[in-house]
């Protein structure tokens, strides 16, 4: 991991991996979808989007977190 990819300015989307061993967050995040109905899958993503957009505290990188995921869906 650079420096380049372990920082990012005020009101940017970190756009390269931030994680140490991204396959291990992968597999945090499908683990925690297993033997999940479609439903409560769905209530979980939910939940991890309020918590992680609290926790990124910024509208503007919200918004091209958003944008991005439109993009690319």
């Not at 439903?39 to 309020?50: E, F, Q, T």
Request: glycine share 4%; aromatic share 2%; hydrophobic share 50%.
């Amino acid at each position: 991991m650079n420096a380049a990819a372990t920082t990012s300015p005020a009101g940017k989307l970190a756009r390269e991996s931030r994680f140490v061993d991204p396959d291990a967050a992968f597999r945090l995040l499908a683990q925690a979808h297993r033997d999940l109905d479609e439903r409560a899958s769905a209530a979980l993503n939910a939940r991890l989007v309020l918590i992680l957009s609290n926790h990124i505290g910024d509208e503007q990188v919200l918004r091209e977190a958003v944008a991005l995921a439109h993009e690319a869906g």
